[in-house]
T-cell receptor, first 112, second 111 residues
Framework: DAGVTQSPTHLIKTRGQQVTLRCSPI?????VSWYQQVLGQGPQFIFQ???????GRGNFPDRFSARQFPNYSSELNVNALLLGDSALYLC???????????FGPGTRLLVL | EDKVVQSPLSLVVHEGDTVTLNCSYE??????LLWYKQEKKAPTFLFML????IEKKSGRLSSILDNKELFSILNITATQTGDSAVYLC???????????FGDGTTLTVKP
């Protein structure tokens, strides 16, 4: 079975721009979570979606938003990019909201 | 606010050594403790611990949880250069499946 896939793998943006990151979960998984991992730190929880509904949100500003589609894939949007948004963005999928999460390879975002 | 603290931050050993990585946690509505190995990008799942005092084992890796003292350890015996990675510990809450991660322990195994 294919694992969690994310696109793009790398992205360079400038301050103030907007970015959309994409994630396809493992087949059969209905839950998708997003994490931000700044260099040298552990992943920080941003959102969890299940059955197209937001089930959890971390301490991130409203510039961060996400959605989940009927096929359970998900997009993370970040508006008005700041230099501090530069990070590895990880997507993780699970069968349900309380089951083991499996991570994708991530999207590395650099904001200049 | 939920918190997970790992120690040491980094560790350098030689092949064949045994290492112990530590993780302490404060997680509201705690459900489970997870260990991941992160080499380049995606963290890969190692263990999920939910019951105190029961050791989980996979090859040279083992882990145990103490949910009274709120900590877990990950042991790696007979280390190999391929064990070099960042090891992440995460506490899971029953609240919306949110995982709170520590900052990881960077393990370097020298030949």
């Amino acid at each position: 079975d294919a694992g969690v896939t994310q696109s793009p793998t790398h992205l360079i943006k400038t301050r103030g721009q907007q970015v959309t990151l994409r994630c396809s979960p493992i087949s059969g998984h209905k839950s998708v979570s997003w994490y931000q991992q700044v260099l040298g730190q552990g992943p920080q929880f941003i959102f969890q979606y299940y059955e197209k509904e937001e089930r959890g949100r971390g301490n991130f500003p409203d510039r961060f938003s996400a959605r989940q589609f009927p096929n359970y894939s998900s997009e993370l949007n970040v508006n008005a990019l700041l230099l501090g948004d530069s990070a590895l963005y990880l997507c993780a999928s699970s069968r349900g909201t309380t089951e083991t999460q499996y991570f994708g390879p991530g999207t590395r975002l650099l904001v200049l | 606010e939920d918190k997970v603290v790992q120690s040491p931050l980094s560790l350098v050993v030689h092949e064949g050594d045994t290492v112990t990585l530590n993780c302490s946690y404060e997680v509201t509505n705690f459900r489970s403790l997870l260990w991941y190995k992160q080499e380049k990008k995606a963290p890969t799942f190692l263990f999920m611990l939910t019951s105190s005092g029961i050791e989980k084992k996979s090859g040279r890796l083992s882990s145990i949880l103490d949910n009274k003292e709120l900590f877990s350890i990950l042991n790696i015996t007979a280390t190999q250069t391929g064990d070099s990675a960042v090891y992440l510990c995460a506490g899971e809450s029953t609240n919306a499946g949110k995982s709170t991660f520590g900052d990881g322990t960077t393990l370097t195994v020298k030949p």
